[in-house]
């Protein structure tokens, strides 16, 4: 299996200030013969589900706001969210779709400093 | 617009069954592979099952294997998850989840679509 570790466990940023999120795979989920990285990141408000952000590690989904970005390749990966909005207070997860089983990462907490 | 919405959760002591059903609409659900990812309460989440678009393939977690069964009925538009023999740390939020992409079962799969959730507590 694919272990997707996150860092760190939460953080606090004042608003309007970058908040960085790392990820990093247990192996490559870069599909080389396509030259396409299977990561999605995903933004889970509280007692919301989760919401697809990014995928291919940093196509931002339709509708989500071009502050947050990915960016990575290979097994080191990073979301960041530009110019902090009070709404972006969530749990960011990462996660693996290269291979079965699908795994995510353990979760980062953005506060609001 | 696609909704999912999850129902059958509860409390159940250990050791018994529970089935969560998913009711999908907005889509044409039997182009889709569908999903069930869950989540302990203040935890993160866990890919949990996966079947095909015809019911042809089915995937499980290990941690699930031998006691959760997913099925699904494409003239209903809805998705199952028979779990049995459960114990204490199947305690999670069971959320149906549609992948993005149609027929791709688990490789390549991630979630544009999730339910609201369904608790299950299993507790004595």
């Known amino acids: 299996d694919i272990v997707m570790t996150q860092s760190p466990d939460s953080l606090a940023v004042s608003l309007g200030e970058r908040a960085t999120i790392n990820c990093k795979s247990s192996q490559s989920v870069l599909f080389t013969s396509r030259n396409k990285t299977y990561l999605a990141w995903y933004q889970q408000k509280p007692g919301q589900p989760p919401k697809l952000l990014l995928s291919?590690?940093?196509t931002r989904e339709s509708g989500v706001p071009e502050r947050f970005s990915g960016s990575g390749s290979g097994t080191d990966f990073t979301l960041t969210i530009n110019s902090l909005q009070a709404e972006d207070l969530a749990v960011y997860y990462c996660q693996q779709y290269y291979s079965s089983p699908l795994t995510f990462g353990g979760g980062t907490k953005v506060e609001i400093k | 617009e696609v909704q999912l919405v999850e129902s059958g959760g509860g409390l159940v002591q250990p050791g018994r069954s529970l089935r969560l059903s998913c009711a999908a609409s907005?889509?044409?659900?039997?182009?889709?592979?569908m999903h069930w990812v869950r989540q302990a309460p203040g935890r993160g989440l866990e890919w949990v099952s996966s079947?095909?678009?015809?019911?042809?393939?089915?995937a499980y977690a290990d941690s699930v294997k031998g006691r959760f069964t997913i099925s699904r009925d494409n003239a209903k538009s809805s998705l199952y998850l028979q779990m049995n023999n459960l114990r204490p740390e199947d305690t999670a939020f069971y959320y149906c989840s549609k992948p993005t992409r149609t027929h791709v079962v688990l490789a390549g799969t991630f979630f544009d679509y999730w339910g609201q959730g369904a608790l299950v507590t299993v507790s004595s």
């Open positions: 907005g889509f044409t659900f039997d182009d889709y592979a």
């Open positions: 079947i095909s678009w015809n019911s042809d393939s089915t």
């Open positions: 291919w590690a940093s």
